[in-house]
């Protein structure tokens, strides 16, 4: 399938919500694969510790930290104002501003203006929102050919994969299999493991798919209130070359990413790139206010601004669960998080991948479609350890694991798919659970028991069974502490 | 997130055992109360006691949590500390027990007792100020630190203060020290093979210590630690550090 060959855009896996394996169907499919455990164990130490050198002063963290998750959480508690103020500056800059509550929405929109521009050629900046709207299958269906700019969006484009990580999309691949991959697709190209003729090669091909695109697509870091400016953050200059060398501009965002004042920027840009690849700042800080002015000698002629719902609102609703709003997608909490160091990118199943994409994927999708997601989590709390804007992503976790687990019936429940995975059995243990746990009287005599008989429980039993695949079995210690201490002596009150 | 100020040396305190050392590892629990009760404090461990509910809480399972939580808060009735030997069960109930009863007509009640949470080692290392003299023969270990205690707690270098204060001890650092060693609770039966990943790669960083014993102040974790350790056929023993620095002490 080289480049230069393809007819209508590289061929895309759908990658809409897999409904065939479960989480932990495609977590074993990863588990088993060393290459890929090593791939991404290496990558996300290295992360890791980049991100730590940035961070090296706790109390300048600290302070940073907060005046970051101020900004993201002031924006939100004024979100309707804001957006409405956003429209009306761009709208005065000469950006035309357009409202998308469901993906499909959002599609028809981009083909709309593409079409209207008779635009049929485009290169694409990276945004997730673009992957959450599956928009390059959308633009394929209708004879538009999308290309990724971004190398590693580029990579995986080639490849016919989804992005395993929001920050660097083709993570889960090495050295190896990425010389392999552009050897086959770009003429001309032998194999080779050189970093800088890789690169090279890739830009050779890119440099002219940017010259002859009709239009540029590219996401928004933060869209701000107060001017109308659209910052989008790059290390490859493709974001710039997108925005400002075809005619025609569309900047897709979710309607999250407005902040009240331009004021709001700096610290979100201190936390933003250093949280995600341990930069103290990107190569490329684009600020865009407005379309090609007269007499200048770049930039479009036209700009569009979509912002895209998709179940935004709702989460926006609720009081504790709108903090999953404030992310600045630095994928922080994705590189710290043990599960996703396991399993990868691609077992979420959703283009929003490890503990942001446990909160925001349910929320999204719906906890009916989605509800495994907040269970694949220890609540090891790395992830809120290291989140730039303070989400409280552990307690959320626990929410929608409520949410899901509630009676259904509620007639408009905070979350999509609230109580549908509810299961009798297990309710009825945490009845159980409750009244042993809750009641002395019980409680010594269940324990007592327990202590005494536990170690003849069958290895065969449910939880047991799971439990010593490569663990030996907990051994009950005959006699619980209560008895011992009282034994000992040990005042009881 | 993080104890409180120093407070002053008490007469009293109460002992939280823990659901998990009441039934798998009670000398653990006996251990940390005549630690406490060697330092002059009379410790009382009121025996209707019972679990600190995270489990239910964790699952999602809140009014059945908040039954089995107020249980706690009314048999925890005077003005002690109640000293935790689990920075998990301790970050429940300092953390999360606010949250769990807010608009609950006993709110008031469950910050109170929040706010007298403690946890195990850092009350020895900065409450009681304490003097570890080792008795033992020269020994090598490592540490797993646990995530409730590093991140719900604020409990990172107390236990290892500790643990450097035993002449005869050499604490050996394991890579990725403060990695999740998979338990979770409920997530390690639930994603038991991912839980299973984490926990082998936990064994291979202790292991490659050269350390006979590896130390933890949460006995979940030390059950899946050594459960993976002795599966593996591995020659290296887990210890509560209560346990431990008892048997250093006595010169077991």
């Not at chain 1, 939100?76 to 103020?85: H, M, Q, S, T, V």
């Not at chain 1, 090609?292 to 895209?308: C, F, M, N, Q, S």
């Not at chain 1, 069958?458 to 079995?473: D, E, F, G």
């Given at each position: 399938?080289?480049?230069?060959?393809?007819?209508?855009?590289?061929?895309?896996?759908?990658?809409?919500?897999?409904?065939?394996?479960?989480?932990?169907?495609?977590?074993?499919?990863?588990?088993?694969?060393?290459?890929?455990?090593?791939?991404?164990?290496?990558?996300?130490?290295?992360?890791?510790?980049?991100?730590?050198?940035?961070?090296?002063?706790?109390?300048?963290?600290?302070?940073?930290?907060?005046?970051?998750?101020?900004?993201?959480?002031?924006?939100?508690?004024?979100?309707?104002?804001?957006?409405?103020?956003?429209?009306?500056?761009?709208?005065?800059?000469?950006?035309?501003?357009?409202?998308?509550?469901?993906?499909?929405?959002?599609?028809?929109?981009?083909?709309?203006?593409?079409?209207?521009?008779?635009?049929?050629?485009?290169?694409?900046?990276?945004?997730?929102?673009?992957?959450?709207?599956?928009?390059?299958?959308?633009?394929?269906?209708?004879?538009?050919?999308?290309?990724?700019?971004?190398?590693?969006?580029?990579?995986?484009?080639?490849?016919?994969?989804?992005?395993?990580?929001?920050?660097?999309?083709?993570?889960?691949?090495?050295?190896?299999?990425?010389?392999?991959?552009?050897?086959?697709?770009?003429?001309?190209?032998?194999?080779?493991?050189?970093?800088?003729?890789?690169?090279?090669?890739?830009?050779?091909?890119?440099?002219?798919?940017?010259?002859?695109?009709?239009?540029?697509?590219?996401?928004?870091?933060?869209?701000?209130?107060?001017?109308?400016?659209?910052?989008?953050?790059?290390?490859?200059?493709?974001?710039?070359?997108?925005?400002?060398?075809?005619?025609?501009?569309?900047?897709?965002?979710?309607?999250?990413?407005?902040?009240?004042?331009?004021?709001?920027?700096?610290?979100?840009?201190?936390?933003?790139?250093?949280?995600?690849?341990?930069?103290?700042?990107?190569?490329?800080?684009?600020?865009?206010?407005?379309p090609r002015k007269p007499g200048e000698k770049d930039g479009p002629a036209a700009v569009h601004l979509i912002l895209l719902d998709n179940g935004r609102s709702r989460v926006f609703a609720d009081a504790q669960l709108r903090d999953t709003l404030r992310c600045i997608r630095c994928g922080a909490c994705i590189n710290h998080c043990p599960v996703?160091?396991?399993?990868?990118?691609?077992?979420?199943?959703?283009?929003?991948?490890?503990?942001?994409?446990?909160?925001?994927?349910?929320?999204?999708?719906?906890?009916?479609?989605?509800?495994?997601?907040?269970?694949?989590?220890?609540?090891?709390?790395?992830?809120?350890?290291?989140?730039?804007?303070?989400?409280?992503?552990?307690?959320?976790?626990?929410?929608?694991?409520?949410?899901?687990?509630?009676?259904?019936?509620?007639?408009?429940?905070?979350?999509?798919?609230?109580?549908?995975?509810?299961?009798?059995?297990?309710?009825?243990?945490?009845?159980?659970?409750?009244?042993?746990?809750?009641?002395?009287?019980?409680?010594?005599?269940?324990?007592?028991?327990?202590?005494?008989?536990?170690?003849?429980?069958?290895?065969?039993?449910?939880?047991?069974?799971?439990?010593?695949?490569?663990?030996?079995?907990?051994?009950?210690?005959?006699?619980?502490?209560?008895?011992?201490?009282?034994?000992?002596?040990?005042?009881?009150? | 997130?993080?104890?409180?100020?120093?407070?002053?040396?008490?007469?009293?305190?109460?002992?939280?055992?823990?659901?998990?050392?009441?039934?798998?590892?009670?000398?653990?629990?006996?251990?940390?109360?005549?630690?406490?009760?060697?330092?002059?404090?009379?410790?009382?461990?009121?025996?209707?006691?019972?679990?600190?509910?995270?489990?239910?809480?964790?699952?999602?399972?809140?009014d059945e949590a908040r039954a089995v939580a107020r249980r706690q808060i009314e048999t925890f009735v005077e003005d002690w500390p109640i000293v935790v030997p689990s920075g998990s069960c301790a970050g429940m109930m300092r953390t999360h027990y606010p949250a769990l009863f807010e608009g609950q007509p006993d709110a008031e009640r469950a910050r109170?007792?929040?706010?007298?949470?403690?946890?195990?080692?850092?009350?020895?290392?900065?409450?009681?100020?304490?003097?570890?003299?080792?008795?033992?023969?020269?020994?090598?270990?490592?540490?797993?630190?646990?995530?409730?205690?590093?991140?719900?707690?604020?409990?990172?270098?107390?236990?290892?203060?500790?643990?450097?204060?035993?002449?005869?001890?050499?604490?050996?650092?394991?890579?990725?020290?403060?990695?999740?060693?998979?338990?979770?609770?409920?997530?390690?039966?639930?994603?038991?093979?991912?839980?299973?990943?984490?926990?082998?790669?936990?064994?291979?960083?202790?292991?490659?210590?050269?350390?006979?014993?590896?130390?933890?102040?949460?006995?979940?974790?030390?059950?899946?630690?050594?459960?993976?350790?002795?599966?593996?056929?591995?020659?290296?023993?887990?210890?509560?550090?209560?346990?431990?620095?008892?048997?250093?002490?006595?010169?077991?």
């Amino acid at each position: 399938m080289a480049l230069e060959t393809m007819p209508d855009g590289p061929v895309v896996e759908n990658p809409a919500m897999d409904k065939g394996p479960d989480f932990t169907q495609r977590a074993h499919a990863a588990l088993i694969d060393p290459g890929l455990r090593r791939n991404f164990r290496r990558a996300m130490d290295g992360l890791m510790e980049k991100r730590a050198a940035q961070f090296a002063d706790p109390v300048a963290w600290a302070a940073l930290r907060e005046r970051g998750a101020q900004a993201r959480a002031a924006a939100l508690a004024r979100l309707p104002d804001l957006l409405e103020e956003l429209e009306a500056r761009c709208a005065a800059n000469g950006i035309q501003v357009h409202w998308a509550e469901t993906i499909e929405d959002g599609n028809a929109i981009v083909l709309g203006i593409l079409n209207h521009h008779r635009a049929r050629q485009v290169v694409k900046g990276k945004s997730m929102v673009s992957e959450e709207m599956h928009l390059n299958d959308h633009l394929a269906a209708h004879g538009i050919t999308a290309i990724e700019s971004d190398l590693g969006e580029y990579i995986i484009q080639l490849a016919g994969e989804l992005p395993s990580h929001i920050v660097m999309p083709c993570i889960h691949k090495n050295k190896d299999q990425i010389a392999t991959l552009l050897a086959a697709n770009i003429p001309g190209l032998g194999y080779t493991e050189d970093v800088a003729a890789l690169t090279a090669a890739a830009r050779r091909i890119l440099r002219d798919r940017f010259a002859a695109a009709d239009a540029g697509i590219s996401g928004v870091n933060f869209a701000v209130a107060e001017t109308g400016t659209l910052v989008l953050i790059e290390n490859e200059g493709n974001g710039r070359l997108s925005t400002t060398l075809p005619p025609l501009h569309i900047a897709i965002t979710g309607i999250e990413k407005v902040v009240e004042r331009l004021d709001d920027i700096p610290p979100l840009l201190a936390l933003l790139p250093r949280s995600a690849t341990g930069q103290p700042i990107t190569t490329y800080v684009n600020m865009i206010t407005s379309p090609r002015k007269p007499g200048e000698k770049d930039g479009p002629a036209a700009v569009h601004l979509i912002l895209l719902d998709n179940g935004r609102s709702r989460v926006f609703a609720d009081a504790q669960l709108r903090d999953t709003l404030r992310c600045i997608r630095c994928g922080a909490c994705i590189n710290h998080c043990p599960v996703y160091a396991r399993v990868g990118g691609h077992s979420y199943g959703s283009v929003y991948p490890g503990p942001i994409g446990k909160i925001l994927t349910p929320q999204i999708a719906g906890l009916d479609v989605a509800g495994d997601l907040p269970h694949a989590s220890t609540l090891c709390n790395a992830c809120v350890e290291v989140c730039p804007v303070k989400i409280p992503i552990a307690d959320i976790l626990v929410r929608l694991r409520q949410e899901a687990a509630q009676p259904a019936g509620a007639a408009t429940p905070a979350v999509k798919g609230a109580g549908s995975r509810r299961h009798i059995a297990e309710a009825l243990v945490w009845t159980v659970w409750r009244w042993v746990y809750a009641w002395p009287w019980l409680h010594h005599r269940a324990t007592r028991l327990l202590a005494r008989i536990g170690n003849w429980i069958p290895a065969r039993a449910p939880l047991l069974r799971a439990w010593t695949r490569n663990r030996t079995r907990p051994h009950f210690a005959g006699q619980t502490l209560h008895e011992r201490a009282r034994r000992a002596g040990i005042d009881h009150e | 997130m993080s104890q409180p100020s120093r407070p002053s040396r008490p007469e009293t305190v109460y002992f939280f055992g823990t659901c998990l050392i009441d039934l798998f590892y009670p000398q653990a629990g006996l251990a940390g109360m005549e630690l406490l009760r060697r330092e002059g404090l009379r410790v009382v461990f009121p025996q209707n006691q019972s679990c600190c509910a995270q489990p239910a809480r964790n699952s999602g399972y809140l009014d059945e949590a908040r039954a089995v939580a107020r249980r706690q808060i009314e048999t925890f009735v005077e003005d002690w500390p109640i000293v935790v030997p689990s920075g998990s069960c301790a970050g429940m109930m300092r953390t999360h027990y606010p949250a769990l009863f807010e608009g609950q007509p006993d709110a008031e009640r469950a910050r109170a007792f929040a706010g007298r949470v403690v946890e195990l080692t850092w009350f020895l290392v900065h409450v009681l100020d304490i003097r570890l003299a080792d008795k033992g023969e020269p020994v090598t270990v490592t540490w797993h630190a646990s995530c409730h205690a590093m991140r719900e707690m604020g409990v990172r270098d107390e236990p290892k203060q500790l643990l450097r204060q035993l002449s005869g001890v050499t604490l050996v650092e394991a890579g990725h020290e403060t990695e999740c060693c998979g338990f979770g609770g409920t997530f390690a039966v639930r994603h038991a093979e991912i839980a299973a990943a984490m926990v082998d790669d936990k064994v291979t960083s202790i292991a490659r210590t050269g350390a006979s014993a590896v130390i933890s102040g949460d006995c979940g974790c030390l059950m899946n630690i050594t459960g993976a350790i002795d599966k593996a056929g591995r020659p290296i023993v887990g210890r509560h550090i209560a346990e431990f620095l008892l048997e250093r002490c006595h010169g077991a």
